[in-house]
């Protein structure tokens, strides 16, 4: 039975990266003014599928979501815009 859980986390310092986090799914706001998304996964595969998704909605041309895949296959992360979201 596997326990590893594998979470995707971002976050925005303010208010002016809440689109950027935004993007990643459902966030919550915190006493200091900056903004944050997690999400887990039971497997690696399902995370990378869902920053895969999160590509596929965010890319406006073929080039730019080759470029994304890349960065999500060569280092587990995604950057859209000011926000870098990452496996842990």
């Known amino acids: 039975m ?4 594998f979470i995707i986390r971002a976050s ?3 208010i002016y990266q809440y689109r950027s986090v935004a993007a990643f799914g459902n966030t919550v706001k915190h006493l200091d003014g900056s903004f944050s ?5 039971d497997t690696e595969e399902e ?5 895969k ?6 890319a406006d041309t073929m080039e730019e ?3 994304l895949y890349e960065q999500i296959n060569e280092t587990k992360t995604l950057t859209l ?8």
């Open 37 to 41: 998304f997690e999400e887990s996964f």
């Open 53 to 58: 998704g999160r590509a596929d909605n965010y």
């Open 81 to 88: 815009d000011a926000v870098t979201a990452g496996i842990y």
């Open 47 to 51: 995370a990378l599928n869902y920053l």
């Open 2 to 5: 596997n326990t590893q859980q």
């Open 12 to 14: 925005a310092p303010t």
């Open 65 to 67: 979501l080759h470029a």
